[in-house]
């Protein structure tokens, strides 16, 4: 069970002045249970590669495979069925008068009884954490951080296998971002495969199990954060860095001289530096 891209290219408005090959050619397999992020710079194709995973668009040449079944015109809806997306601000897409209704609303085309639509209503907000005092508000009523969690709860209610996300954080406070990739990593811990694209390389090194970077419309990199990042070079020569803690290891490792692991994770950062404190490598 994956996510199987080979050879995917996009063209936008082809044959027109304004053409554009937007995808080049990309080859990349996401397993089901992953927690997958995508960088690149802007413009370097990412949105155009995750809007092929659920047929928001098709490919000019190449394929995309869920789950052995190629994603084509003819069977979109059961491919979303499987893939969910959630935009970026997807708040901007709640329109109903209360909140109940808002993550409801995806279930309206398929032939549910009542207590069936309210037991799945029910079990994806405790899911992502909403509390069932907040169902008859108004959407408007709510924090930035609530809003964002009703809509992905919206698509959660349709229980996809994959979850697509846009930079999903983006536009929240320190606080609401920590809360948004921790619910993203519970609901991978939970069984969902969490597909990413993110700017920020820190929570991309928080929480991300795998990571593939696109530029100029191909995978420049792909492997876990700790080879991706230990590329920091070849990173930057892409608009790119590491993240901070990974970046102060290696510049630290740069001018002591003492070779280290690249250290990604903030907690493993601060184990290293206990012991190179203790062995007396290291001093405040
Ligand atoms: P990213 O998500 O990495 O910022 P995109 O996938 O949005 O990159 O864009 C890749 C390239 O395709 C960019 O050059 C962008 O200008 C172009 N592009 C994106 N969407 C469209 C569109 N609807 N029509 C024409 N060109 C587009």
């Given at each position: 069970m994956s996510i199987v891209v080979k050879n995917?290219?996009?063209?936008?408005?082809?044959?027109?002045?304004?053409?554009?090959?937007?995808?080049?050619?990309?080859?990349?397999?996401?397993?089901?249970?992953?927690?997958?992020?995508?960088?690149?710079?802007?413009?370097?194709?990412?949105?155009?590669?995750?809007?092929?995973?659920?047929?928001l668009l098709l490919p000019t040449e190449g394929e995309v495979n869920i789950d052995g079944v190629a994603v084509t015109k003819k069977n979109l809806s059961d491919i979303r069925k499987k893939v969910g997306f959630v935009f970026q601000y997807p708040e901007h897409q709640l329109f109903?008068?209360?909140?109940?209704?808002?993550?409801?609303?995806?279930?309206?085309?398929?032939?549910?009884?009542?207590?069936?639509?309210?037991?799945?209503?029910?079990?994806?907000?405790?899911?992502?954490?909403?509390?069932?005092?907040?169902?008859?508000?108004?959407?408007?009523?709510?924090?930035?951080?609530?809003?964002?969690?009703?809509?992905?709860?919206g698509v959660l209610v349709l229980a996809p296998s994959y979850l697509l996300l846009d930079e999903p954080a983006s536009g929240l406070d320190a606080n609401g971002r920590r809360e948004m990739l921790s619910l993203l990593n519970k609901l991978n811990n939970s069984g969902v495969t969490v597909i990413l694209v993110s700017h920020s390389m820190d929570d991309v090194a928080e929480y991300a199990k795998r990571v593939t970077v696109i530029n100029d419309g191909l995978v420049a990199l792909d492997g876990t954060p700790e080879e991706v990042f230990s590329k920091r070079d070849l990173l930057r020569s892409m608009d790119l860095d590491v993240p901070e803690v990974t970046g102060m290891f290696m510049d630290f490792s740069e001018k002591s001289g003492i070779p280290l692991p690249t250290v990604v994770k903030k907690e493993q950062g601060r184990d290293l530096l206990i012991k190179l404190i203790s062995e007396g490598r290291f001093s405040l």
């Open positions: 995917l290219k996009h063209i936008y408005m082809p044959k027109t002045p304004f053409e554009k090959e937007a995808l080049k050619g990309i080859n990349l397999e996401i397993e089901k249970g992953d927690f997958a992020a995508i960088i690149g710079k802007t413009g370097s194709g990412k949105s155009t590669l995750i809007q092929h995973f659920n047929g109903e008068d209360t909140v109940f209704k808002d993550i409801a609303f995806g279930l309206k085309r398929f032939k549910l009884s009542e207590e069936e639509v309210k037991e799945k209503v029910y079990s994806a907000a405790k899911l992502v954490g909403l509390d069932e005092s907040l169902f008859e508000r108004s959407v408007f009523e709510l924090s930035g951080g609530e809003k964002r969690r009703v809509a992905i709860c």
